[in-house]
């Protein structure tokens, strides 16, 4: 009777157990990663934290910081399993696609640069896409880029940052002085 | 018995209503411009002050659900000033906190500090450079140092810098504001600090920013 129970227990908790843990299939280290992916992001598997299953797809998952946000994109450094942080890499997105930041769900024209963002990457296929705020969201794929991006041409021009206030204060003081100068005059020799 | 009266001449009395008017003109001018710096000063005291205290009441907008459609209303209204902050500086070491305005014109800087147009923001990354004056909120950073910390709280988060170099370049050199793969802010100041007019110079810190995780 009491092995009937404890088999019973053992078999619910497979059960349960098999519904709600993805089916891990590979780890960072076995992944088989297709030339394509390892050409375009040959450090994978330093930035790779685990891989799981999603639609019946491979990807790796990768942690990193965020660096800057753009039209429909995102960019981002990995961290590297030695504490160090990839090159920069982008990401396309949408301004509207939800992420999760710091467990709540946030849209990508509210991100900014430091927070800490959850990317996958498909084991068969060099595409990226940011982790959606719901694990039941739609994952969004886009092509990965080879390298760092470039950065804008820059169009700022030096400020003025120069008030006029003193010059006006001065010259204020130089003509009430010159006022009272001429009062001290006038008055002398109407005496 | 002669009597001599002394009578100024056409000449000398049209010189010495001259003088009047130049003195009634000089106590005017004079009056007008003090009151100008002190009208200046007075905004740049208020307006700093209540541009800060607007955006951190803005970080945590009061709860309306319970308000009259009228108060919500009047609410909005009393905080669309035409100048609003849209991030405050600090600097710890140099006690100084200041608004950050979205644009670097006279008015902006008169309150508080301003974004260089053409530049990053701290939330979109890039290289930020902030501007302010040199006679006012930005004197102070004659005093600071390399390894000193500045903080620039947005509305989405607080971001950490350290500064990395302080250079002193002629006004017309734009290489520093050069745009950034990492994030990094500029300050950017007259120089030198106590100088009446045009300074033919600019005092530039620059400084990278810290990462979350790394500290």
Known sequence: ?191 | MSHSTHHPSNGTRGFARVLRWSEVAAYVAGALLCSLFALAQADSALGSTNAIEDFAASLNPPDQTLWAASRVRDYQAAHLAPVKAVAVLTIPSLKLEVPVFEHDDEISLNRGAGFVAGMGTPDTGGNVGIAGHRDGFFRVLKDIKVGDVIDVRTRIKMHRYRVTSIDIVDKDDKRLLADTDEPGVTLVTCYPFYYLGNAPQRFIVAATYVWPSDS
């Open chain 1, 1 to 191: 009777m009491r092995r009937s129970i404890y088999l019973s227990i053992i078999g619910v908790t497979a059960v349960l157990g098999g519904v709600s843990a993805p089916v891990l299939a590979a780890d960072c280290a076995t992944a088989q990663f297709s030339d394509a992916v390892l050409a375009r992001f040959p450090n994978i598997r330093a930035v790779c934290t685990e891989v799981i299953e999603k639609d019946g797809q491979q990807y790796a998952v990768v942690k990193g910081d965020l660096v800057r946000t753009g039209n429909n994109a995102v960019y981002m450094k990995f961290n590297l399993a030695d504490g160090t942080k990839s090159d920069t890499r982008k990401i396309e997105t949408r301004p509207e696609f939800r992420v999760k930041v710091d467990g709540k769900p946030v849209s990508v024209r509210n991100l900014a640069v430091g927070q800490q963002l959850t990317a996958y990457v498909k084991v068969s296929d060099p595409v990226i896409a940011l982790e959606p705020a719901e694990s039941t969201d739609q994952l969004a794929s886009y092509p990965m880029e080879e390298a760092a991006p470039a950065m804008a041409a820059n169009t700022a021009e030096m400020p003025r940052t120069a008030s006029p206030m003193p010059a006006v204060a001065s010259l204020g003081a130089l003509l009430l002085a010159f006022a009272g100068m001429l009062t001290f005059f006038r008055l002398r020799r109407e005496s």
